[in-house]
């Protein structure tokens, strides 16, 4: 059985004060340093043999940590950034609620618009994405397990279609990922599966 783990990043100081990241490229506060070593000792129960990252700072710092306990090297893959929230980037949930009420409520019903007027949608980040795990998925050999480590609606979003979840109910049935927590995924006889969610240290 072939295991992937994705992993969100640990915190920032822009996830500890509410504001939109989108692929803004901000490293890990220390309470996020502290989660990501935290998070590197329990992910060696699962013996990974590959670990690929974001190439943004939060994510690629997390992954290693992650390799510094495994005795691995880290891969990037860009196609694994965050979601990019267009003019939302640097707002805070608060700013935005208030000056783009119409495209989130519209976001709320189930509508995959551009998120920040100009911006990605979940189908365009899955896209990107899935062809990075999907390469990821030609190399694993049986019994391997990888870590992916991502973001939160990048990780969401992969877990959710590596599982034939389809997204709105992804995001409305499992939520998201909090920082440094992660999704399991086995391969069975009937394809991929979400064997664990927001699992932490």
Do not use: F, K
């Not at 309470?31 to 060696?44: E, V, W």
């Not at 979601?83 to 640097?90: E, P």
């Amino acid at each position: 059985m072939r295991r992937i783990v994705v992993v969100r990043h640990g915190e920032t100081t822009h996830n500890a004060q509410g504001i939109w990241q989108g692929q803004l490229d901000t490293p890990l506060s220390a309470t996020g340093r502290a989660q990501a070593a935290a998070a590197a000792a329990a992910l060696t129960a699962y013996e990974p043999s590959v670990i690929l990252s974001s190439d943004l700072e939060r994510a690629a710092e997390t992954a290693r940590s992650i390799a510094s306990v495994a005795g691995l090297e880290v891969t990037y893959d860009e196609r694994l950034r965050e979601i990019h929230v267009g003019q939302w980037q640097g707002m805070t949930a608060g700013d935005v609620a208030e000056r783009y009420p119409e495209l989130q409520a519209a976001l709320a019903q189930g509508q995959d618009l551009p998120r920040g007027v100009d911006g990605e949608t979940v189908a365009q980040v899955v896209e990107r994405g899935r062809a990075s795990l999907d390469e990821l998925v030609e190399r694993l050999t049986p019994g391997e397990c990888a870590v992916v480590a991502t973001h939160g609606v990048t990780g969401r979003a992969l877990a959710a279609s590596l599982a034939g979840i389809d997204q709105h109910t992804a995001w409305t049935a499992i939520g998201g990922l909090h920082n440094c927590h992660w999704a399991e995924l086995s391969e069975g006889r009937l394809g991929w599966r979400i064997t664990a969610w927001n699992v932490g240290a």
